[in-house]
C-alpha cells in the first residue's frame, strides 16, 4: 500500500522565481492538504483540495496557489518567491475532509 | 482561533525508561480530536496516536498512550520502555471537524542509551 509520496525532496531556487511542487496520496484518499513548515516550527497549514477544489485556504498570500487533478494528486506553485518561503513543505492526504491525515515525507525548498 | 501549546522544548529519557511530553490546547468546542504525530530526522510525519473528545478512554497504542484531561485541555504522551528510535521531534496537534490541523511548536526527545 503506497503511502503519500512528494517530488522532489528537495530544491534550491532563488529570489523571485517560481517552484511546483508534487503530491500524490496515499492509495484511496481523495483529500490533500499542503503544509510549510519553517524551521524549529510545527507545520502551518496553506490549503486543501478536495474534489479538485480548494476548500479551505490559511493565512498565506496569493502566491500560494494549487492544483488537485482528477487522479488525487496536486500540486502546489509559489510565485516569485521570497527568502522566507524557504522551508519544509508537506502534503498530507486523507479520506474526506474529516479524516486522519497522513504525511509524506516532505520536499525541501532553500530559496536564495 | 484555537492553540496548541508545548511548553518542553527538550525532553530527555534513557532507554527502557518511560517519559511524558505535555501539551495543553486552547478551544471553546465539545467535539474535536487531538493527535501526536512524531518527525524523525528523516521529516516525515508520523502519525503516533489519536483520540476523540467524546471518548472518555483514553487511546493507546503498544508504548504509547495519552493522558486525556477534557476539562484542563490537556493531552499528555506517555511512551514506555523507551527505544533508540523513539528519538524524534514531537508535535501535538488539534482538529475540529473538517477544520485543518493546528500545531504546537513541538518537543524534541533525546533518548539516550
Known amino acids: 500500500d503506497a503511502g503519500v509520496t512528494q517530488s522532489p525532496t528537495h530544491l534550491i531556487k532563488t529570489r523571485g522565481q517560481q517552484v511546483t511542487l508534487r503530491c500524490s496520496p496515499k492509495?484511496?484518499?481523495?483529500?490533500v492538504s499542503w503544509y510549510q513548515q519553517a524551521l524549529g516550527q510545527g507545520p502551518q497549514f496553506i490549503f486543501q483540495?478536495?474534489?479538485?477544489?480548494?476548500?479551505q485556504r490559511g493565512n498565506f498570500p496569493d502566491r500560494f496557489s494549487g492544483h488537485q487533478f482528477p487522479n488525487y494528486s496536486s500540486e502546489l506553485n509559489v510565485n516569485a518567491l521570497l527568502l522566507g518561503d524557504s522551508a519544509l513543505y508537506l502534503c498530507a492526504s486523507s479520506l474526506g475532509h474529516v479524516e486522519t491525515q497522513y504525511f509524506g515525507p516532505g520536499t525541501r525548498l532553500l530559496v536564495l | 482561533a484555537q492553540t496548541v501549546t508545548q511548553s518542553q522544548p527538550e525532553m530527555s529519557v534513557q532507554e527502557a525508561e518511560t517519559v511524558t511530553l505535555s501539551c495543553t490546547y486552547d478551544t471553546s468546542e465539545s467535539d474535536y480530536y487531538l493527535f501526536w504525530y512524531k518527525q524523525p530526522p528523516s521529516r516525515q510525519m508520523i502519525l503516533v496516536i489519536r483520540?476523540?473528545?467524546?471518548?472518555?478512554q483514553n487511546a493507546t497504542e503498544n508504548r504509547f498512550s495519552v493522558n486525556f484531561q477534557k476539562a484542563a485541555k490537556s493531552f499528555s504522551l506517555k511512551i514506555s520502555d523507551s527505544q533508540l528510535g523513539d528519538a524524534a521531534m514531537y508535535f501535538c496537534a488539534y482538529r475540529r471537524g473538517n477544520t485543518p490541523l493546528v500545531f504546537g511548536k513541538g518537543t524534541r526527545l533525546s533518548v539516550i542509551a
Open positions: 483540495y478536495y474534489e479538485e477544489e480548494e476548500r
Open positions: 483520540q476523540e473528545a467524546y471518548k472518555q
Open positions: 492509495s484511496g484518499h481523495d483529500t
